[in-house]
Nanobody, 119 residues
Framework: VQLQASGGGLVQPGGSLRLSCSASGTIFSRHSMGWYRQGPGRQLELVSRINTNNSPEYGDSVKGRFTISRDSAKNTVYLQMNNLKPEDTAVYYC??????????????WGRGTQVTVSS
């Protein structure tokens, strides 16, 4: 699986950005896609992910501000980030986690995209 992410950039506090991540290759029928991030001096943390049942999951720090959605036909997920805060500054990594028909787990990571929230 190859992941192509886009949409990072510089935004002022209170602003919005939308990230997208497209997957190509062998897309397992059972999988989730989403985003993790790593801010300066911080550990990698879950931002949001969504599975093939369209059940979303959010990290506590982004609930109510970020919304994840998916276009299954395009194997693409979108992360709408609103009311951005300086603490959202991080490198955001797209993640794909899937389970094959044989029950094998597979995980893939995209290249990070920088999100900087600053005035």
């Amino acid at each position: 699986v190859q992941l192509q992410a886009s949409g990072g950039g510089l935004v002022q506090p209170g602003g919005s950005l939308r990230l997208s991540c497209s997957a190509s290759g062998t897309i397992f029928s059972r999988h989730s896609m989403g985003w993790y991030r790593q801010g300066p001096g911080r550990q990698l943390e879950l931002v949001s992910r969504i599975n093939t049942n369209n059940s979303p999951e959010y990290g506590d720090s982004v609930k109510g501000r970020f919304t994840i959605s998916r276009d299954s036909a395009k194997n693409t997920v979108y992360l709408q980030m609103n009311n951005l805060k300086p603490e959202d500054t991080a490198v955001y990594y797209c993640n794909f986690y899937g389970v094959s028909g044989l029950g094998q787990e597979h995980e893939y990571w995209g290249r990070g995209t920088q999100v900087t929230v600053s005035s």
